[in-house]
């Protein structure tokens, strides 16, 4: 994906936080190996113990015990019932799992869900308010930016961030930064035209 | 109007939004891995490391010590399931080649263990710690290996009927004033839909339901009945959405049957995801083909002979071919013909059909060959195909139901402005950039098959429909909503349609682009059996004419050329003169020439398809122009596309906003198989290397302009009553030889292997 410098300064989801949000709990110790800490005694201890974990998703907090190893996109997916973040790859290859976590743009399939505790996590099922569905899930109707949908959740939340990171203010800037999800029925121009169409949808919003 | 909604010409229906779109922008469309389950036990699959050989044995300490496990199911111990029959040859599998029945190996990743546990992540976490200890035996990978046999078609599959053939094309070649001869090639493909192979099992009792993504719910439900030697009215099949299949959920794979029995034996409900990696080996691909073509042709243009010899690949066990001389053999007029096909065995997994299957690979050579033709004669390639086009096909003399081929030509030529192209190669350039106009025919056979479907009606004009058909992409929720809202004259908005559900009657595999018209035609009858019994209680005392029933409706803009006829109708009172407040009628329909058993067939989950080139005293295609603007960077060698265009003429359209999408889906996945996809092959190991989207390229934003659709009015009232063609496949077919003519425009290198990738091309 895009690299830090086209992030605008905010309530950082970085390295820091990671392991800041991650200190204290049971996981600890996974989150240092994988920092390349050498592992200390807890590292032995047996990865496969269930740990508490709560997530703020969709500005609802949810109390879990799961396996630490369990992936945000597996914890939204089997034990939320939160499913419309979607699994194309479980590699970070695809985009159909991208969610909001504070407000940026990140593939679920590769962020543990102990790592997003204390974060803002916002999934397709969080978008529409009383009904109303988002400038983007409207646009994505308007111009069927989407055919058997199975991308779609990833699209749209890739699409708000899109235009919230101010990449929408061109076709090709658009395609370049939504050419991290893949879509295999190949929607790509209608994709274009509705992010196109929610930004400016998204703008007047904010104007008014 | 949007260009994403076009504005309907003659004989097409209203733009209306996908009746899904609402739960697909939200998240609860729900795809079979989305099912919740009541304490379901995770599966992961362990696939075989080698291509052929024997399995000696298992080492499990290690994943039996991984808390939470629960069974690990390998040969030794599972169920032994019956045999699965190839879906050519009666069946519903896509392949015979069964898993954990022995110690043998007849592919890379084949499926050798399955280990359920509580938590998906200890599941994989087994999976890994496996141990398969193998005897292994140097595979043959694909053409030119050793150890490959190869052996006719015909004679050995079923599907594959006659090796076209008409004159006499030896003579004719010889004598012919300009020849053309030249040999294609087309790699591996794996369709990759988003959506995974997902598979989640439940029994309830001796009932068990099925959650996974198919494209062909009543296959499915009778395969795996048979597979588990149960009543199949003890089985269903649940998909409500499909993410993606493009033929790759067509036909029954291993998996389902082995999970169906391993919840059985655990008594719980199993539910499996397989790796992105895994679909790559467990279910089919479109094999790799080779081509050899010739052509004679006048100094007119005329083609004097065709010859088309085809190779393809298929596993040890099964005879599986895509065969597509059946088509380009009959698309221009040429008096002297013949073709051949022959199947290559290798040590690999069994193919099948992928978006297209028989037009992608042979279209690609013969509209290559064309092309090459027309530079030959010195000719533009649009008149080669107006001076070769025809009405009736060239080996029995058939006639084309309709043919909109030309006006798709001039149509599309004029939207790209194709008389801009000056006709010498490398003669166009901008810049760094060589610049290259291409084109090339697209076709796709007509196909229908038997199906049912059960309307209800109530007084206050609300209707729910109900067919076993499948949404894939394909639009299909929103097609039948239309056809039912037209034919009963009520607003689209009151029509529910319940599909993807083995329970529901029964429609057929949603393939070969038969769906819309299978599925629409019958959705059609059962509605007039509706309008029937309501008229019949206004006017109970007159007997009817079938043409005064066609003239009963009630009214609404009608669209399809069925309903074009049908006049108000009185709802309120026909309900009171029935005394009731609901109607449902039940109905089955097959297409004209469909054989006796088509209903039976039907109902055991086996389709009989009609059409194409094989009805009895027609022929009945789809066709399309292809326009394609490459841009080739004189250093670089990058090749880019910035225009496509595509026409497309397939009789009535049912809904110009979601065809106009599979159409551009279609130009896409047609530029991709030019330029991006290739499954590689180790043939050391017979293994595939690239099986992930990282590494198998498809088309992302950024590698896609300018994709412009033009749907061409058509109307063909011989081949259904929907009066559809069906155009899922007709968009990718045709286009990876207009990139090459282009490129060859661009360039003047000819490129007949495919993809080419910019290491190719020796500028
Ligand atoms: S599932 Fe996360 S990127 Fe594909
Ligand atoms: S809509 Fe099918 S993958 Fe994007």
């Given at each position: 994906m895009t690299n830090q410098k086209d992030f605008p300064a905010g309530p950082g989801f970085n390295r820091r936080t990671f392991i800041g949000a991650a200190a204290g709990t049971a996981v600890a110790p996974i989150v240092a190996k994988a920092a390349g800490a050498s592992g200390g005694p807890a590292a032995t201890s047996d990865p496969s113990l269930p740990v508490d974990v709560s997530l703020d998703i969709n500005s609802a907090t949810r109390s879990l015990r799961i396996d630490a190893r369990t992936t945000l996109l597996d914890a939204l997916r089997e034990h939320t019932g939160l499913t419309g973040s979607k699994k194309g790859c479980d590699h970070g290859q695809c985009g159909a799992c991208t969610v909001l976590i504070n407000g940026r743009r990140v593939l679920s399939c590769l962020t543990l869900a102990v790592v997003a505790q204390g974060q803002r996590i916002v999934t397709i099922e969080g978008l529409a308010e009383d009904g109303e569905l988002h400038p983007m899930q409207q646009a994505f109707v308007d111009q069927d930016a989407f055919q058997c949908g199975y991308c779609t959740p990833g699209q749209i939340m890739s699409g708000i961030a899109c235009v919230r990171e101010g990449h929408a203010g061109s076709d090709d800037a658009i395609r370049e930064y939504m050419s991290g999800n893949i879509c295999r029925c190949a929607a790509y121009p209608n994709i274009v035209a509705a992010v196109r169409q929610a930004a400016r949808a998204m703008s007047d919003e904010q104007k008014g | 109007m949007s260009i994403t909604a076009p504005e309907p010409k003659a004989n097409m229906g209203q733009p209306i939004p996908r009746y899904d779109a609402a739960a697909k922008v939200t998240g609860k469309a729900q795809y079979a891995a989305d099912v919740p389950l009541v304490n379901p036990a995770y599966a992961c699959l362990v696939t075989s490391s080698i291509a052929k050989g024997r399995i000696d044995g298992f080492d499990m300490t290690a994943a039996k010590q991984v808390r939470g496990v629960i069974d690990i199911v390998t040969h030794e111990n599972a169920e032994q399931l019956k045999e699965a029959k190839l879906f050519s040859n009666g069946g519903y599998a896509g392949t015979t080649i069964q898993p954990l029945k022995s110690a043998d190996v007849a592919h890379t990743g084949q499926i050798v263990a399955v280990v359920?546990?509580?938590?998906?992540?200890?599941?994989?976490?087994?999976?890994?710690?496996?141990?398969?200890?193998?005897?292994?035996?140097?595979?043959?990978?694909?053409?030119?290996?050793?150890?490959?046999?190869?052996?006719?078609?015909?004679?050995?599959?079923?599907?594959?009927?006659?090796?076209?053939?008409?004159?006499?094309?030896?003579?004719?070649?010889?004598?012919?004033?300009?020849?053309?001869?030249?040999?294609?090639?087309?790699?591996?493909?794996?369709?990759?839909?988003?959506?995974?192979?997902?598979?989640?099992?439940?029994?309830?009792?001796?009932?068990?339901?099925?959650?996974?993504?198919?494209?062909?719910?009543?296959?499915?439900?009778?395969?795996?009945?048979?597979?588990?030697?149960?009543?199949?009215?003890?089985?269903?099949?649940?998909?409500?959405?499909?993410?993606?299949?493009?033929?790759?959920?067509?036909?029954?794979?291993?998996?389902?049957?082995?999970?169906?029995?391993?919840?059985?034996?655990?008594?719980?409900?199993?539910?499996?995801?397989?790796?992105?990696?895994?679909?790559?080996?467990?279910?089919?691909?479109?094999?790799?083909?080779?081509?050899?073509?010739?052509?004679?042709?006048r100094r007119d243009g005329h083609l004097t002979a065709l010859r088309h010899e085809s190779w393809e690949v298929s596993s040890r066990p099964d005879p599986y071919a895509v065969g597509g001389t059946k088509t380009t053999t009959r698309l221009y007029a040429c008096p002297n013909i013949e073709s051949r096909v022959s199947i290559v065995r290798a040590d690999r997994n069994t193919p099948g059909f992928m978006r297209s299957p028989p037009e992608v690979p042979y279209m690609f050579a013969l509209e290559s060959a064309m092309d090459e033709l027309a530079v030959a004669l010195n000719m533009d390639p649009v008149e080669l195909r107006r001076v070769n086009d025809t009405a009736k096909e060239p080996i029995s003399g058939k006639p084309y139901t309709s043919r909109s081929l030309m006006a798709c030509y001039d149509q599309g030529a004029r939207a790209f402005e194709w008389e801009k192209r000056s006709p010498q190669p490398k003669s166009m350039t901008e810049g760094d950039w060589l610049i290259g106009y291409g084109c090339a025919t697209s076709c796709y056979p007509t196909q229908m098959a038997p199906a049912a479907a059960r309307v209800r009606l109530q007084r206050d004009g609300r209707v729910r429909v109900e067919i076993a058909g499948q949404e894939i992409g394909n639009g299909a929720y929103t097609v039948i909503g239309q056809a039912a809202a037209e034919k009963l004259g009520v607003p689209v908005e009151k029509v529910s349609v319940f599909i993807g559900d083995s329970d529901l009657p029964p429609a057929p595999v949603a393939g070969g682009s038969n769906s819309t018209a299978s599925t629409c035609s019958t959705v059609i009858k059962v509605c007039e059996q509706v309008r029937q019994k309501l008229f019949e209680a206004l006017t109970s005392n007159e007997s009817l004419t079938n043409e005064a029933k066609g003239t009963v409706g009630m009214g609404q803009t009608p669209s399809t050329p069925s309903a074009s006829n049908d006049r108000p109708l009185d709802l309120e009172r026909a309900f009171d003169a029935l005394?009731?407040?609901?109607?449902?009628?039940?109905?089955?329909?097959?297409?004209?020439?469909?054989?006796?058993?088509?209903?039976?067939?039907?109902?055991?989950?086996?389709?009989?398809?009609?059409?194409?080139?094989?009805?009895?005293?027609?022929?009945?295609?789809?066709?399309?122009?292809?326009?394609?603007?490459?841009?080739?960077?004189?250093?670089?060698?990058?090749?880019?596309?910035?225009?496509?265009?595509?026409?497309?003429?397939?009789?009535?359209?049912?809904?110009?906003?979601?065809?106009?999408?599979?159409?551009?889906?279609?130009?896409?996945?047609?530029?991709?198989?030019?330029?991006?996809?290739?499954?590689?092959?180790?043939?050391?190991?017979?293994?595939?290397?690239?099986?992930?989207?990282?590494?198998?390229?498809?088309?992302?934003?950024?590698?896609?302009?300018?994709?412009?659709?033009?749907?061409?009015?058509?109307?063909?009232?011989?081949?259904?009553?929907?009066?559809?063609?069906?155009?899922?496949?007709?968009?990718?077919?045709?286009?990876?030889?207009?990139?090459?003519?282009?490129?060859?425009?661009?360039?003047?290198?000819?490129?007949?292997?495919?993809?080419?990738?910019?290491?190719?091309?020796?500028?």
């Open positions: - | 359920v546990a509580e938590t998906f992540e200890a599941a994989q976490q087994a999976a890994y710690a496996m141990k398969v200890n193998y005897t292994a035996a140097m595979p043959s990978a694909t053409f030119d290996s050793a150890g490959t046999t190869s052996a006719p078609a015909k004679g050995q599959l079923a599907q594959f009927k006659e090796d076209p053939k008409v004159g006499d094309f030896a003579k004719a070649f010889n004598d012919a004033e300009i020849k053309v001869s030249a040999a294609y090639e087309t790699p591996p493909q794996h369709h990759n839909p988003m959506e995974l192979f997902a598979t989640s099992c439940v029994w309830l009792g001796d009932s068990l339901t099925i959650y996974e993504p198919s494209q062909y719910v009543y296959g499915l439900k009778n395969g795996v009945a048979e597979q588990l030697g149960i009543d199949a009215d003890k089985v269903r099949v649940i998909n409500a959405y499909v993410g993606g299949a493009f033929g790759s959920k067509g036909s029954m794979t291993p998996r389902t049957a082995i999970i169906a029995s391993i919840a059985r034996r655990l008594g719980r409900p199993v539910k499996l995801v397989a790796t992105r990696a895994q679909g790559f080996t467990i279910a089919t691909f479109r094999a790799e083909t080779r081509h050899e073509i010739q052509i004679g042709a005394g009731v407040s609901v109607v449902e009628e039940y109905g089955e329909w097959k297409p004209e020439g469909a054989p006796m058993d088509s209903f039976q067939a039907m109902y055991k989950g086996q389709v009989r398809m009609v059409g194409g080139s094989e009805m009895k005293d027609k022929i009945a295609y789809a066709f399309g122009a292809e326009f394609v603007e490459v841009r080739v960077n004189k250093w670089t060698h990058e090749i880019r596309v910035p225009r496509l265009v595509g026409a497309f003429a397939a009789g009535h359209i049912m809904n110009p906003r979601t065809a106009r999408s599979q159409l551009m889906g279609g130009l896409i996945w047609g530029m991709s198989s030019a330029l991006h996809e290739a499954t590689e092959l180790d043939e050391r190991y017979a293994r595939y290397v690239n099986d992930n989207l990282a590494d198998y390229l498809v088309p992302v934003n950024a590698d896609v302009s300018d994709v412009d659709v033009i749907l061409v009015a058509e109307q063909d009232d011989h081949i259904n009553p929907a009066g559809v063609k069906g155009i899922g496949e007709l968009g990718n077919v045709g286009t990876n030889a207009a990139v090459c003519n282009a490129i060859f425009h661009a360039t003047g290198q000819r490129l007949r292997k495919l993809p080419v990738r910019l290491e190719k091309l020796e500028i």
